[in-house]
């Protein structure tokens, strides 16, 4: 049986990757792949060992994506171009395949942004407004850098809020591994995200060495690498929100304003126009929240995996999110475009 299961895979991903590669080949009506990444680091780089594994690729992994859709004929667009073609009823290419990136990372500068570069490839960022030109974690890595490098802390009572979400047989004597912390992540998502900042907030005041062995590189890009990059003409930016909140929770209009026109106001502020196209915080939408989307952008991205056909449903356009686990190789990155 051991022996079994890893060539049941690879049979799996053969075949998902030759969909793939039949659907890219052989499509006649225009078609778009929207490409999702959010953390571009090196396999060495010491910010991977708190971050969750569907975040990360490596640069190596990204060019390889473009390369191979490259040699494939697609045609690399920017999604905004794209759109605008799309409803002016312009002449589309057979494959298009737009580039994204979510929540505005440092690293997208300093580790994707040469290989776009290298390769005349556009990509849209999705900037989180309130959190540019900060030394902001998110919530998921402010409780990783807990829960693998303050583990010794976690009978603390200012961490009492977070018990519930610990598993009864987690070992307190030793730090989390990642694959465990991303559970504990997953169960805290019960809570809306201020609750959880607050909490986080909080405990680092009554602890303060919490603070202390937080990654010390600056974890979100800067106003002058957003400048550097809009100026190359490769990249736009696009609106995540102000905070990162996650719509369905937030419970009033004037939060969800605040939350979706805001950013839009923050980004045309920044100098960062055009800001037309939204980005769903963890792919959670609302109806009010896409009404005053719909009222502000042109289009919005979702977390749904999936091709898009034309014309596309602009509110609710499909993209494959890339990391490690699923697109290191040629055949998983096929493969993850092929699976149903
Ligand atoms: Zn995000």
Same mark, same amino acid.
């Given at each position: ?5 890893? #060539? ?17 080949? $052989? ?6 792949? #929207? ?26 992994? $990204? ?143 009554? $602890? ?47 939060? $969800?304003?605040?939350? #979706? ?80």
């Amino acid at each position: 049986m051991q022996l079994v299961k890893p #060539i049941l895979k690879q049979a799996r991903y053969s075949l998902f990757a030759a969909v793939a590669l039949l659907r890219i080949k $052989l499509k006649k009506s225009p078609s778009l792949i #929207i490409l999702t990444y959010h953390r571009i680091l090196p396999g060495q780089s010491l910010l991977r060992h708190t971050e969750q594994p569907g975040m990360i690729a490596t640069p190596e992994a $990204l060019d390889m994506h473009l390369s191979l859709l490259k040699r494939l004929g697609a045609e690399f667009v920017s999604l905004d171009t794209w759109l605008d073609a799309q409803r002016k009823n312009k002449g589309l290419p057979r494959l298009a395949v737009a580039v994204t990136f979510d929540d505005g990372w440092q690293d997208n500068y300093e580790h994707a942004f040469p290989v776009l570069k290298k390769h005349s490839i556009p990509a849209t960022i999705f900037l989180v407004s309130q959190r540019i030109n900060t030394s902001w974690l998110f919530w998921p890595e402010q409780v990783l850098d807990l829960l693998i490098n303050h583990f010794h802390h976690l009978g603390h009572e200012a961490l009492q809020w977070l018990r519930p979400y610990l598993e009864a047989s987690d070992d307190p004597s030793s730090p989390y591994t990642i694959l465990q912390a991303d559970s504990v992540i997953n169960r805290l998502k019960a809570l809306d995200d201020h609750t959880i900042e607050t909490h986080l907030e909080q405990t680092r005041n009554t $602890l303060p060495a919490l603070g202390q062995t937080t990654p010390s590189a600056r974890p979100l890009l800067n106003k002058q690498e957003l400048d550097t990059m809009l100026a190359s003409g490769l990249i736009t930016y696009g609106a995540h929100t102000r905070h990162h909140y996650r719509l369905n929770h937030l419970g009033n209009q004037t939060t $969800l304003e605040n939350e #979706i026109v805001g950013s839009h106001e923050d980004l045309e502020k920044l100098g960062l126009q055009p800001v037309r196209i939204f980005c769903y915080p963890n792919g959670d939408i609302t109806g009010k929240g896409e009404q005053l989307v719909q009222q502000h952008f042109t289009a919005a991205c979702t977390t749904e995996r999936g091709w898009n056909r034309t014309p596309p449903n602009p509110f609710g356009l499909r993209r494959f999110n890339f990391h490690d686990g699923n697109g290191s190789t040629p055949l998983s990155f096929l493969a993850t475009l092929g699976r149903p």
